[in-house]
């Protein structure tokens, strides 16, 4: 491989200044997650080099404020890693079994392959295998790759203010040819569409936390718990407090039609 892992090596050994013993206080916390947010993005859309960057800054900051040493902390970020990897694919194909056999495969990897000696390299070939793998399985539904990169940004994106001018910035495209194509290709309107992400989204925090509504409604930053209620009726069938108190409704899932209009 030509391009390998550069960690800091002052962070290799076990770190004299944190320690661990950050008290709370984790510097750049913000940019961290928004830097894992980008590194999910840029492996799904077989970004390697631009993975590569960002999971360097990820793993130097797991390391510097962790409380075990260096190899465990990777080790046990791989492993983390390789499971949000394996649910953004479940949730892209809608294809459990492949997602949970991706992961599998990612766990042998770690288990077999990764020891003290080879931890930066091993880090560059857990990269390589994400995107290997996920360029010949990863499902994307439709035929349209700008539309599938769209759909990709959305699902990385769901905890934040997503419009159609902001993702037509993102993939230099106008806003008007965006709407038609996502359209033709999906039968629902980019807005929709994003709507529908959040509404299926959603249903796992209600089910597993017990955050207030009104705060889950902030979270996917609906305009008001109002709205987010009305929506998820609208999909689910149920308004979200009906949905948590139920146990036996199933899942709404939105499905791609068939075939491409």
């Not at 394996?86 to 288990?111: D, G, R, T, W, Y």
């Not at 996502?182 to 925090?205: C, D």
């Amino acid at each position: 491989m030509q391009k390998t892992m550069k960690i800091k090596k002052s962070l290799l050994v076990r770190n004299q200044v944190h320690d661990g013993e950050s008290n709370g206080n984790y510097e750049g916390i913000e940019t961290y997650y928004i830097t894992e947010r980008k590194l999910l993005t840029h492996i799904l859309l077989l970004e390697k080099e631009k993975a590569r960057k960002e999971i360097q800054f990820l793993l130097e900051y797991r390391i510097r404020y962790a409380e075990m040493g260096p190899f465990e902390t990777i080790k046990y970020y791989l492993i983390s890693l390789s499971s949000m990897v394996a649910m953004q694919l479940e949730k892209n194909s809608h294809m459990p079994a492949k997602a949970f056999a991706f992961n599998n495969a990612c766990m042998v990897l770690i288990k077999t392959k990764l020891n003290e000696e080879n931890t930066l390299e091993f880090v560059d070939e857990l990269l390589e295998f994400y995107t290997y793998t996920l360029k010949n399985k990863n499902g994307l539904p439709l035929s349209n790759q700008i539309v599938n990169k769209v759909i990709l940004h959305i699902s990385c994106h769901l905890e934040s203010p997503i419009t159609v001018e902001e993702v037509a910035r993102e993939f230099n495209i106008s806003t008007s040819h965006l709407s038609r194509i996502f359209r033709v290709h999906t039968g629902v309107t980019l807005v929709e569409y994003i709507n529908i992400r959040k509404v299926e989204e959603s249903q796992y925090v209600l089910r597993f936390t017990n955050r207030k509504i009104s705060d889950i409604s902030d979270q996917y930053h609906f305009c008001n718990q109002s709205y987010f209620t009305r929506l998820f009726k609208k999909y689910a069938g149920q308004t979200p407090r009906e949905f948590r108190s139920n146990l036996s409704v199933r899942y709404f899932r939105f499905s791609f039609p068939l075939k491409e209009k």
